[in-house]
């Protein structure tokens, strides 16, 4: 496994440049590294959250552990500052890749004044951050589908060769929503990117009981676009993928369709019991595919990463949230007062 790692490091590398598509080559083991670290600190940020949600200190979760691969290397393989990116509500992971702080989110979890996002007003992680390219993080279901796919026609109107990415469950694939934003953007090739993280759930509803195929990826065909199945968990499978679905897109070749299959290991959100769905089995099962442990163990059999390095980065991502739930436990809740703004006009 290390030695097909190592021959795949290469392509963590963006493409060489197309016109004027693409970006300088990075140093690939500095990628991988950072990539390591942001989805290390998403998931100590994850558990802190949802630690503070069953101790009633924290309200609506939904976790992003297992999906990290996926979210941070697809980012990763984009250009931030410049490509947008049109999320949902199990998207933690991209909110800190793209920069969104732990002070932030925690404001958000808390329902804190001074949230970026909405001001407090909304559930937890919806809303708009348009300075990180973070434009929607929606907590209705498959609603961000037909806005990103407006949002790339936009972009194709105004002479961008930005690109969309738009992320969704494999529940939000059943929807008409995921259907109608689909069918727009290939008949009008939009360079978006539609990733569908399928952790064989739709809630309680596990994936054969919600659509009549075995993958979500073979839909493309019906709108002739490109579909890809892949493994969510393996970065280097992640970032080639989206990176390739780019240029495509950045060349006016249209929309792409990927899959990633991950694991999800915790409840649908913090007011769910997945044991009245999942054997016990299953769930130790889905666990043992953990995104960040995988990377973590291949970097180091690679003499990427050493033991002294990772302690120093779990450190300082742990110091990092420590002061982001203090921050967020000593904010004050919005004044009342302010209830209105932003819903009727002042003048």
């Known amino acids: 496994m290390a030695m097909v790692f190592r021959h795949c490091i290469i392509q963590l590398m963006p493409k060489q440049k197309i016109g004027k598509v693409g970006r300088e080559k990075p140093n690939s083991s500095d990628r991988l590294l950072e990539i390591y670290s942001t989805m290390a600190r998403s998931r100590l940020l994850d558990e802190r959250v949802w630690q503070l949600n069953r101790q ?11 999906h990290e691969a996926l979210q941070v290397a697809s980012v990763y393989a984009l250009q931030k500052g410049k490509d947008l990116f049109y999320t949902y509500y199990r998207d933690l992971a991209v909110m800190v890749a793209l920069g969104v702080t732990p002070r932030e989110i925690m404001l958000g979890y808390m329902a804190k004044s001074g949230e970026p996002m909405s001001g407090a007003r909304q559930f937890p992680t919806q809303g708009a951050m348009p300075n990180l390219g973070l434009v929607n993080l929606s907590n209705v279901v498959a609603t961000q589908l037909p806005q990103a796919v407006g949002a790339a026609l936009a972009c194709v109107q105004k002479g961008s060769d930005a690109v ?24 009008h090739k939009l360079p978006v990117i539609f990733i569908c993280e399928n952790n064989g759930y739709a809630i309680s509803v596990p994936l054969e009981k919600q659509m009549a195929v075995k993958n979500v990826s073979v839909r493309g065909d019906s709108y002739n676009m490109p579909g890809f199945t892949i493994d969510g968990t393996n970065v280097v499978e992640v970032f080639k993928t989206v990176s390739d679905a780019a240029n495509r897109a950045r060349i006016g070749e249209g929309p792409t ?23 016990e089995d299953e769930i130790v099962k889905a666990k043992e595919k953990n995104p960040v442990r995988i990377l973590r163990e291949l970097l180091k059999k690679d003499n990427i990463l050493t033991n002294e390095v990772d302690l120093e980065i779990n450190k300082a991502a742990k110091i990092s949230i420590d002061d982001a739930t203090e921050y967020g436990e000593s904010a004050s809740y919005p004044d009342p007062d302010e209830f209105y703004d932003h819903v009727y006009s002042q003048v």
């Open 257 to 279: 369709l990927i899959e990633g299959m991950v694991e999800r290991n915790l409840p649908h959100t913090g007011d769910d019991d997945d044991r009245r769905y999942r054997s």
């Open 56 to 66: 009633g200190r924290a309200a609506l979760v939904a976790s992003s552990q297992g």
């Open 164 to 187: 969309v990415a738009v992320y969704f469950g494999d529940g939000a694939s059943s929807t008409g929503d995921c259907h109608e934003a689909m069918n727009f953007a290939s008949v």
